[in-house]
């Protein structure tokens, strides 16, 4: 194109053809134009829609981060926070339409020193925003304070113990916030929309802090929970991972969560049910190990290797799993139509038909009948997998299924001989299934200390709910008496007292 209009030519026939290459060579720029508007609605669709998937997963990031951090200890404050850094959240005064439920601690009628009257010289309020399933309330709680009449000694009640010191929510809140995420899967920032649409402005990291503070009230009684765990004849044991945030790297790295259960129903036992849950960075021997030290008796298991350091101490003796080994069989009869599979997997129906019948039996029962029933089926199978493993090619799947079938049988057998075990390790596979429903709502830890608050509301929710109790009666219950609570006395809190202590 020409910049300059006087270099225009005077000939008609060459302005013509100007005009046509200039026509040409714009309607290529508008094609082109055209091409890079649908691009870039392309790209800002991508965008928003990226954006706004980083802008949940960063949500998410920061409630684990808060929540660690509010699970350590306090430390003192000496100096002011430095300029610039993010300031707590605001309180803001609670709603004028939430019910207010007025408790009036009054400090007596006599002074305590001298005898003489005691008159008002004013009060002080306490406003605590409590949950009840279905609606807020605000209890008022009212001290006045008074003087005595002859002597002028000042009185006022004590303000009772609460979950959080100088915090707002009561024990019926704060179970709401842990039942929500830990059993109902809800990530905090959700929480604190949901709150808002009822006039309730919390802050996702004020739910933060309170996981976080609450978590350490409760330890002790997950502790308690993990010492019952320990203390049974057999256990069951599984971890799952579960993604951490791994700090300065952008990245996740893979943690783990680890079960220990501990259930007697099947063979009527009397001591009540429970599940304990830890939280580790890695998969490492050393961690079960460490759960474990206290441990004494048979674990249900699967083949991980390393929990055979347990096994070579002689403290804890295998049980292994049959739904591992069906599982594999499953999988081959699924994906190749195998008939030995198919026979493999009604072989072992057999032995779960016994297990039916024995279910809720008392332990000798369960051995006497499983012995003629089900230790001739085993024997069978065991003999029958092999003959198989010798007319297959060693390099197929269903030749790995069967080998690893017979390694796992001959650890299984002890389950024959002590009605106490279990011919699967499905009590602590069912343990694990909230984690596993919740890690797809919330990603993924964001450190070792947001994992560990995890697993003390892990522990407490999934005991409760193994013994009927409600979670959320229980949790406020319990975070109503235990701040005040002897740590000697903690057993009294566990979930299967609760409803005695309720009566």
Not at 15 to 37: C, G, Q, T
Not at 135 to 142: E, G, L, Y
Not at 392 to 420: E, M
């Given at each position: 194109?020409?910049?300059?209009?006087?270099?225009?030519?005077?000939d008609?026939?060459?302005?013509?053809d100007l005009?046509?290459?200039?026509?040409?060579?714009?309607?290529?720029?508008?094609?082109?134009?055209?091409?890079?508007?649908?691009?870039?609605?392309?790209q800002?669709?991508?965008?928003?829609?990226s954006?706004s998937?980083?802008?949940?997963?960063?949500?998410l990031?920061?409630e684990?981060?808060?929540?660690?951090?509010?699970?350590?200890?306090?430390?003192?404050?000496?100096?002011?926070?430095?300029?610039?850094?993010?300031?707590?959240?605001?309180?803001?005064?609670?709603?004028?339409?939430?019910?207010?439920?007025?408790?009036?601690?009054?400090?007596?009628?006599?002074?305590?020193?001298?005898?003489?009257?005691?008159?008002?010289?004013?009060?002080?309020?306490?406003?605590?925003?409590?949950?009840?399933?279905?609606?807020?309330?605000?209890?008022?709680?009212v001290?006045?304070?008074?003087?005595?009449?002859?002597?002028?000694?000042?009185?006022?009640?004590?303000?009772?113990?609460?979950?959080?010191?100088?915090?707002?929510?009561?024990?019926?809140?704060?179970?709401?916030?842990?039942?929500?995420?830990y059993?109902?899967?809800?990530?905090l920032?959700?929480?604190?929309?949901?709150?808002?649409?009822?006039?309730?402005?919390?802050d996702?990291s004020?739910?933060?802090?309170?996981?976080?503070?609450?978590?350490?009230?409760?330890?002790?009684?997950?502790?308690?929970?993990?010492?019952?765990?320990?203390?049974?004849?057999?256990?069951?044991?599984d971890?799952?991972?579960?993604?951490?945030?791994?700090?300065?790297?952008?990245?996740?790295?893979?943690?783990?969560?680890?079960?220990?259960?501990?259930?007697?129903?099947?063979?009527?036992?009397?001591?009540?049910p429970?599940?304990?849950?830890?939280?580790?960075?890695?998969r490492?021997?050393?961690?079960?190990?460490?759960?474990?030290?206290?441990?004494?008796?048979?674990?249900h298991?699967?083949?991980y290797?390393?929990?055979?350091?347990?096994?070579r101490?002689?403290?804890?003796?295998?049980?292994?799993?049959?739904?591992h080994?069906?599982?594999?069989?499953?999988?081959?009869?699924?994906?190749?139509?195998s008939?030995i599979?198919?026979?493999?997997?009604?072989?072992?129906?057999?032995?779960?038909?016994?297990?039916?019948?024995?279910?809720?039996?008392?332990?000798?029962?369960?051995?006497?009948?499983?012995?003629?029933?089900?230790?001739?089926?085993l024997?069978?199978?065991?003999v029958?997998?092999?003959?198989?493993?010798?007319?297959?090619?060693?390099?197929?799947?269903?030749?790995?299924?069967?080998?690893?079938?017979?390694t796992?049988?001959?650890?299984?057998?002890p389950?024959?001989?002590?009605?106490?075990?279990?011919?699967?390790?499905?009590?602590?596979e069912?343990?694990?299934?909230?984690?596993?429903?919740?890690?797809?709502?919330?990603?993924?830890?964001?450190?070792?200390?947001?994992?560990?608050?995890?697993?003390?509301?892990?522990?407490?929710?999934?005991?409760?709910?193994?013994?009927?109790?409600?979670p959320?009666?229980?949790?406020?219950?319990?975070?109503?008496?235990?701040?005040?609570?002897?740590?000697?006395?903690?057993?009294?809190?566990?979930?299967?007292?609760?409803?005695?202590?309720?009566?």
């Amino acid at each position: 194109m020409l910049d300059d209009v006087q270099k225009l030519p005077d000939d008609p026939s060459v302005l013509k053809d100007l005009v046509a290459s200039l026509a040409s060579e714009l309607k290529v720029r508008d094609i082109l134009i055209e091409k890079l508007k649908h691009q870039l609605a392309g790209q800002r669709r991508h965008l928003f829609g990226s954006r706004s998937e980083s802008l949940d997963q960063l949500e998410l990031t920061l409630e684990e981060e808060e929540i660690a951090r509010a699970g350590e200890e306090p430390a003192e404050q000496t100096t002011p926070a430095p300029t610039g850094e993010k300031r707590q959240p605001k309180r803001r005064p609670l709603p004028d339409r939430l019910p207010r439920n007025e408790i009036v601690l009054s400090a007596g009628d006599a002074c305590a020193a001298c005898g003489g009257q005691l008159k008002r010289l004013g009060e002080d309020v306490t406003e605590e925003l409590e949950y009840v399933p279905g609606r807020f309330i605000v209890n008022r709680i009212v001290r006045p304070r008074m003087a005595c009449a002859c002597c002028e000694t000042f009185h006022q009640a004590e303000l009772p113990s609460r979950p959080i010191e100088r915090g707002r929510p009561g024990p019926g809140l704060l179970a709401h916030v842990l039942v929500s995420k830990y059993a109902d899967h809800l990530p905090l920032y959700r929480q604190s929309q949901m709150f808002g649409r009822e006039g309730i402005e919390l802050d996702r990291s004020t739910l933060a802090d309170w996981i976080g503070q609450s978590s350490r009230l409760l330890e002790p009684l997950a502790d308690a929970i993990g010492r019952h765990v320990r203390r049974g004849q057999a256990i069951f044991a599984d971890d799952t991972p579960v993604k951490m945030q791994a700090p300065g790297t952008g990245k996740t790295k893979t943690a783990r969560f680890w079960t220990y259960a501990r259930d007697e129903r099947p063979w009527a036992g009397s001591a009540p049910p429970a599940a304990w849950y830890r939280f580790s960075i890695d998969r490492k021997a050393m961690r079960p190990r460490a759960h474990l030290k206290e441990f004494e008796g048979w674990m249900h298991a699967d083949g991980y290797a390393g929990f055979e350091e347990l096994y070579r101490s002689g403290r804890v003796r295998e049980v292994a799993c049959m739904a591992h080994i069906r599982r594999k069989f499953v999988d081959v009869q699924q994906s190749q139509g195998s008939a030995i599979a198919e026979e493999a997997i009604k072989r072992i129906a057999q032995l779960y038909a016994v297990e039916k019948e024995v279910r809720g039996k008392p332990p000798d029962e369960r051995v006497r009948i499983r012995q003629a029933n089900a230790k001739p089926i085993l024997d069978e199978l065991e003999v029958w997998l092999g003959a198989q493993l010798r007319r297959i090619s060693a390099k197929t799947p269903l030749a790995g299924a069967i080998r690893y079938a017979i390694t796992r049988v001959k650890r299984l057998r002890p389950y024959i001989d002590h009605g106490v075990l279990e011919l699967d390790n499905n009590t602590a596979e069912r343990a694990m299934r909230g984690i596993a429903i919740g890690r797809k709502n919330y990603l993924f830890m964001g450190s070792e200390g947001g994992g560990k608050s995890a697993a003390i509301a892990y522990t407490l929710i999934e005991t409760a709910k193994l013994n009927g109790i409600d979670p959320h009666a229980w949790l406020t219950d319990v975070l109503g008496r235990i701040a005040d609570h002897k740590i000697t006395r903690i057993d009294e809190l566990l979930p299967w007292h609760y409803p005695q202590a309720s009566a």
